[in-house]
């Protein structure tokens, strides 16, 4: 029996009249033609991703912090120096319901209200890093606790600066959409993509609940 | 012989144009390479670059094995030495390894699935030319000169660092910075482009590409990039760690202040041991391709495949202290992480069973890939087994840093993994540059690299089942290590004879290669429905699929793989 | 007991080798393509099975039990062992790149250079190794006295080794600690009890001053060399460096780099780095007069 190979042509070969159809792979007409071919969206995904990779990032940290606990050799030791950090929580936590305000009217279409609330989660996000820059400033210049005092000065800073490096990457990100909004360049179709930095957002403060937890509760005693 | 459809000699009017070849000049050319966002081009690039570290630290092996072929060798000095290892060890694995698995995937996947491009082709750039420049970081600290404290320029510390040796006070001067960077920025790239390879399978497939239609290669880049995001992050964590701990005095690894130097290790290896897999399942997913259609069948129970290879994903992030037996565990953790290592022999060796089927009643055609195939399974075999022997702990307890480890882990990434790349690039080569690769040549590279390669990794096992340590820059006569020493070290060189050939190869064929055609070995996924080299947009139209083999499917009307599906 | 289970692991590995690799090699020969085959049909196409996939995962999950169960098993018989008598306690602290000993039952601190009472059935005499590090990580292996442990600053470790012929054992550090990790060699002296006994009583004396050699104890101090070595019974107190009290009674020197001879004493003595290129102590600069010296001095420990 003989094999005849039928060679499909995908080059520029093909005439313009075909080229904008799909052409089906098989020597059958496909009766799936018509039904929707629905993938998921790639930003949702990436996003997605990177919120992984950052999980899995932050997880060592947490790891280091929690091994820690009780193990400094000297003080200062975290019950003798560390508070709540009631404010600086309320004001991240509060800026993730502020950021979904400002989606919704985006969805609406308010862009003015768009563009306040979304300033509004930015300044919240500020108040949080200088409510931090001040609890940091106490712990260097009156408790003397740095970076390289002991176990909990390095898994401490290394720990919530990480958080706050994410906090800062998020207020840029924010920051950008502000201008290019500001500058009328964000559209009706660019909805997903401030939709997903949102996402990062509630992840920043996902994981400050983490870190809150660890660090000023679970280890507090210590 | 209906191996393709238009092979033809070179000379007629199918000239493949090269890739870059559209702007005509030179500098044209070089333009398109540093600008380009092409998915295409970008694994070239890959790959080149992973072959250029790749001869840059197979010298440093060729030093290594120089000093170590006879006892009291004066080759290198003690420093020079441990500095090679650490070079060795790291270039191979994260400038060598890691870019050409990238470029693999980079280039095949948006084919394999009928797509244009990756999902974010500018990313795709931004995360090459993070890895290439951060490979040139890491070589400038062989000329970085002493830095302050007079200490020597390259990174000496072993590729897996361990602390406390790689504290500023016990490795003074720069060169463990350069190490920790480079490797950082390094991550960085791997985990963003690990982001859009799993973005563009998830969301780029063509119509009626099911997951359950991928082809295996697109699957196991899947499930390597998951592994890839998931597990680099741990490595950076530790990296910032001791770099927070050398400029700013940490004490993350610092027993003095209370911390664990063991913890290191747990952070390292919890990135270590996926990323080996990391490294072979895309070996894995080559061979996966190469032998069903070398074989002329399908791959034996595909579904089965596919689990088999999520399963090693999972259970790869549950064994990570099989590398840590000897530091002081526990009988506990010792225990459950021997149980755990035995465990994914299970679905890794349920997949040799599936290729072996494969061939089964097949119709062998012995072409190079197939040739390297075939070894990789010979040697991949070997390695799988010496890796069963070190995950029973007792006999670890004895082979741990040993020589023994050292032939294990060269088997499996020469052996396993380095074949695997061979045979992608003797297989997919043609459909890139639309040429194929020279038999005889290949031939060549073949069997001297195979000769070199059991000359150098075979005896290995002996010398360190009599006790040779790894990691020494001589050793004594008179401790029986002399006659496998010597004869690795000739291996060593027939290896390197072999790369030479493999090099010429790649560079010869490029302009006097046969002509490939579309499709020159008669295979069955989409990349061989379109032009060698694709043009720039992959397809006119983008295809639709109804089954696993949608070639097959046209080649075959009357016995379509979607009946018995 | 590592023997026996390696013994067990290398069998079954040899026996999946020779049943897979002798499938792999009659697959590729037996369904080769014949050039005389008529070429242009495909074999049938065989998707899978799921009997045969079942049939060939079963027995490997076994054979992955069994390695399993024999290793839970010794790794337990080693990890908490049940010793047939009282164990012979040796610590051993790593440094870069020498081995400090300290046999605190008899009150005894040397380096380099350990010496054990052999085991006999009727005899048992189980030593174990307390094992902990000054500076980095560390390995201890001497390979015929089976297995090995890390030397770690984190906590002290534990191994414990029981030989059972005479001899003499080398051994290496396994872990990359520096410059000289290749010149931190070990050596187990495996004598009989009374030669033992006999080493413990000499190791426990101290010095004996000599007159002749007074000069070199005093250009011994003061070039500082006891900043970094004890001598018993001497200023000499430091503890960089080996203790040398009984260094004359060690067959090598620099943890075993060279023979402890006269000519590379002397070497030693004038330049350590060419012996041992980048091991800690730093050439002393000694002029003639206090090297001679010296060296009859060092000649004198016992």
Not at chain 2, 321 to 347: D, E, K, R
Not at chain 3, 90 to 119: C, D, M, Q
């Given at each position: 029996m003989e094999i005849r190979i039928i060679k499909f042509e995908f080059t520029s070969q093909i005439p313009t009249n075909v080229r904008n159809q799909s052409r089906s792979v098989s020597s059958q007409s496909l009766t799936s033609t018509e039904s929707e071919w629905k993938l998921p969206s790639p930003r949702?995904?990436?996003?997605?991703?990177?919120?992984?990779?950052?999980?899995?990032?932050?997880?060592?940290?947490?790891?280091?912090?929690?091994?820690?606990?009780?193990?400094?050799?000297?003080?200062?030791?975290?019950?003798?120096?560390?508070?709540?950090?009631?404010?600086?929580?309320?004001?991240?936590?509060?800026?993730?319901?502020?950021?979904?305000?400002?989606?919704?009217?985006?969805?609406?279409?308010?862009?003015?209200?768009?563009?306040?609330?979304?300033?509004?989660?930015?300044?919240?996000?500020?108040?949080?890093?200088?409510?931090?820059?001040?609890?940091?400033?106490?712990?260097?210049?009156?408790?003397?606790?740095?970076?390289?005092?002991?176990?909990?000065?390095?898994?401490?800073?290394?720990?919530?600066?990480?958080?706050?490096?994410?906090?800062?990457?998020?207020?840029?990100l924010i920051l950008m959409i502000l201008i290019l909004n500001l500058t009328g360049c964000v559209k009706h179709y660019h909805h997903e993509h401030v939709i997903m930095i949102s996402w990062y957002w509630h992840f920043v403060d996902a994981v400050w609940i983490v870190v809150f937890t660890v660090v000023y509760v679970i280890g507090a005693k210590s | 012989m209906p191996n393709g459809t238009t092979i033809t000699e070179s000379g007629t009017e199918l000239q493949p144009a090269r890739p870059g070849e559209e702007r005509g000049t030179a500098t044209g050319w070089l333009q398109d390479l540093v600008f380009t966002v092409d998915h295409k081009k970008l694994g070239m690039l890959y790959v080149g670059t992973?072959?250029?570290?790749?001869?840059?630290?197979?010298?440093?092996?060729?030093?290594?094995?120089?000093?170590?072929?006879?006892?009291?060798?004066?080759?290198?000095?003690?420093?020079?030495?441990?500095?090679?290892?650490?070079?060795?060890?790291t270039v191979m694995i994260f400038w060598v390894a890691m870019p050409i698995v990238f470029g693999m995937i980079n280039y095949l996947v948006p084919l394999m699935i009928g797509a244009r491009d990756m999902a974010f082709p500018r990313l795709n750039a931004f995360s090459f030319w993070l890895t290439f420049f951060s490979g040139f970081f890491l070589f400038l600290s062989f000329v970085a000169g002493p830095g302050l404290y007079g200490a020597s320029g390259a990174p000496d510390a072993g590729w897996f660092a361990i602390a406390p040796l790689t504290s500023s006070a016990f490795s003074k001067g720069p060169s463990i910075d350069y190490w920790s960077l480079s490797v950082l920025i390094s991550g960085i790239g791997s985990v963003t482009g690990g982001i859009n390879i799993m973005v563009t399978i998830i969301c780029f497939r063509t119509r009626g590409m099911t997951l359950h239609r991928m082809p295996l290669f697109v699957w196991l880049s899947l499930v390597t990039m998951f592994l890839v995001v998931v597990f680099l992050p741990p490595l950076s964590a530790a990296q910032i760690m001791l770099t927070l701990e050398r400029f700013l005095g940490a004490t993350f690894f610092d027993a003095q202040a209370g911390g664990s130097a063991i913890l290191w290790q747990?952070?390292?290896?919890?990135?270590?041991?996926?990323?080996?897999?990391?490294?072979?399942?895309?070996?894995?997913?080559?061979?996966?391709?190469?032998?069903?259609?070398?074989?002329?069948?399908?791959?034996?129970?595909?579904?089965?495949?596919?689990?088999?290879?999520?399963?090693?994903?999972?259970?790869?992030?549950?064994?990570?202290?099989?590398?840590?037996?000897?530091?002081?565990?526990?009988?506990?953790?010792?225990?459950?992480?021997?149980?755990?290592?035995?465990?994914?022999?299970?679905?890794?060796?349920?997949?040799m069973f599936n290729w072996l089927a494969t061939m089964y009643?097949?119709?062998?055609?012995?072409?190079?890939?197939?040739?390297?195939?075939?070894?990789?399974?010979?040697?991949?075999?070997?390695?799988?087994?010496?890796?069963?022997?070190?995950?029973?702990?007792?006999?670890?307890?004895?082979?741990?840093?040993?020589?023994?480890?050292?032939?294990?882990?060269?088997?499996?990434?020469?052996?396993?993994?380095?074949?695997?790349?061979?045979?992608?690039?003797?297989?997919?080569?043609?459909?890139?540059?639309?040429?194929?690769?020279d038999k005889k040549l290949g031939l060549w590279h073949f069997w001297l690299f195979t000769i070199g390669f059991h000359l150098t990794f075979d005896p290995q096992h002996f010398a360190g089942v009599l006790g040779m340590p790894r990691r020494i820059y001589t050793y004594h006569p008179g401790r029986g290590w002399e006659l496998w020493n010597l004869i690795s070290t000739i291996g060593a060189f027939f290896q390197a004879a072999g790369t030479i050939c493999l090099v010429v190869n790649l560079l010869w064929s490029a302009r006097k290669g046969k002509i490939a055609g579309d499709d020159p070995w008669d295979a069955w996924t989409l990349e061989w429905a379109t032009t060698s080299p694709p043009p720039d947009y992959n397809f006119e139209t983008l295809p639709e699929v109804r089954s696993r083999r949608p070639l097959w499917d046209l080649k075959h009307p009357e016995d379509p793989d979607w009946k018995f599906e | 007991m590592i023997h026996q289970t390696s013994v067990l692991v290398l069998l079954i590995c040899l026996g999946i080798f020779v049943v897979v690799g002798g499938l792999l090699f009659y697959a590729v020969v037996r369904y080769r393509r014949r050039t005389d085959d008529d070429d242009t049909t495909e074999p049938p196409q065989v998707y899978g099975s799921t009997a045969i996939e079942l049939a060939w995962t079963v027995p490997p999950i076994l054979i992955v039990v069994v390695l399993a169960l024999a290793t839970a098993r010794t790794v337990g018989e080693i990890q908490s062992p049940k010793f047939a008598a009282d164990?012979?306690?040796?610590?051993?602290?790593?440094?870069?790149?020498?081995?400090?000993?300290?046999?605190?039952?008899?009150?005894?601190?040397?380096?380099?250079?350990?010496?054990?009472?052999?085991?006999y059935l009727s005899t048992p005499r189980p030593i174990e190794l307390t094992l902990a590090s000054a500076d980095v990580a560390h390995g201890f292996w001497v390979p015929e006295l089976n297995g090995k442990q890390w030397l770690v600053p984190d906590k002290e470790t534990k191994w414990w080794i029981q030989p059972t012929s005479l001899g003499i054992y080398l051994g290496n550090c396994t872990v990359l600690c520096g410059y000289q990790h290749a010149n931190m060699l070990i050596r187990v002296v495996v004598e009989p009890p009374e030669e033992f006994e006999k080493w413990v009583a000499r190791q426990q004396q101290p010095p004996n001053p000599d007159a002749s050699t007074e000069a070199g104890h005093k250009a011994f101090e003061s070039?500082?060399?006891?900043?970094?070595?004890?001598?018993?019974?001497?200023?000499?107190?430091?503890?960089?460096?080996?203790?040398?009290?009984?260094?004359?009674?060690?067959?090598?020197?620099?943890?075993?780099?060279?023979?402890?001879?006269?000519?590379?004493?002397?070497?030693?003595?004038?330049?350590?780095?060419?012996?041992?290129?980048?091991?800690?102590?730093?050439?002393?600069?000694?002029?003639?007069?206090?090297?001679?010296?010296?060296?009859?001095?060092?000649?004198?420990?016992?």
């Open positions: 949702v995904v990436g996003m997605i991703l990177v919120i992984l990779t950052e999980t899995a990032l932050f997880t060592i940290f947490v790891v280091a912090y929690l091994y820690y606990i009780g193990k400094s050799i000297s003080g200062p030791y975290p019950h003798e120096v560390l508070e709540l950090p009631i404010l600086g929580t309320v004001m991240l936590l509060s800026s993730s319901v502020t950021i979904v305000i400002a989606e919704q009217n985006l969805h609406k279409g308010v862009n003015s209200l768009f563009n306040l609330w979304w300033v509004i989660t930015a300044l919240l996000g500020i108040g949080f890093l200088i409510y931090t820059g001040v609890e940091w400033h106490k712990l260097i210049y009156e408790d003397h606790l740095t970076i390289s005092t002991n176990l909990f000065g390095s898994t401490f800073y290394s720990l919530v600066g990480l958080h706050a490096s994410h906090v800062v990457v998020g207020l840029i | 992973g072959l250029f570290f790749f001869v840059l630290a197979g010298i440093m092996a060729l030093l290594i094995r120089a000093q170590l072929a006879f006892p009291n060798g004066h080759v290198t000095s003690p420093q020079e030495f441990n500095s090679l290892i650490t070079m060795h060890g747990h952070f390292f290896w919890i990135f270590g041991h996926p990323e080996v897999y990391i490294l072979v399942l895309p070996a894995f997913a080559v061979i996966s391709e190469v032998v069903p259609v070398f074989s002329r069948k399908p791959i034996f129970g595909y579904p089965m495949m596919v689990a088999a290879t999520v399963l090693i994903g999972f259970i790869s992030a549950g064994v990570w202290a099989h590398h840590m037996f000897t530091v002081g565990l526990n009988s506990f953790g010792v225990t459950f992480f021997a149980m755990a290592t035995l465990a994914i022999s299970v679905p890794t060796g349920i997949k009643g097949g119709k062998i055609r012995l072409e190079l890939p197939m040739i390297f195939a075939i070894a990789f399974l010979f040697q991949f075999l070997i390695a799988g087994l010496t890796g069963i022997m070190l995950g029973v702990a007792p006999f670890d307890w004895q082979l741990n840093d040993s020589y023994f480890v050292i032939a294990h882990f060269h088997y499996v990434i020469v052996g396993g993994i380095l074949y695997g790349i061979f045979g992608f690039l003797y297989y997919w080569y043609p459909k890139a540059f639309g040429r194929m690769l | 164990p012979l306690q040796v610590r051993i602290v790593g440094h870069r790149f020498w081995w400090e000993l300290h046999y605190p039952k008899y009150n005894i601190v040397t380096a380099n250079e350990i010496h054990v009472p052999v085991s070039n500082s060399c006891g900043s970094c070595h004890t001598i018993d019974g001497t200023n000499s107190q430091g503890i960089f460096g080996p203790n040398l009290t009984h260094f004359m009674s060690r067959q090598t020197l620099g943890a075993g780099v060279a023979p402890n001879d006269d000519a590379n004493l002397k070497s030693w003595l004038h330049d350590p780095q060419v012996l041992k290129p980048g091991c800690l102590m730093p050439d002393m600069k000694l002029d003639q007069t206090q090297f001679d010296e010296i060296l009859a001095y060092l000649k004198t420990l016992n």
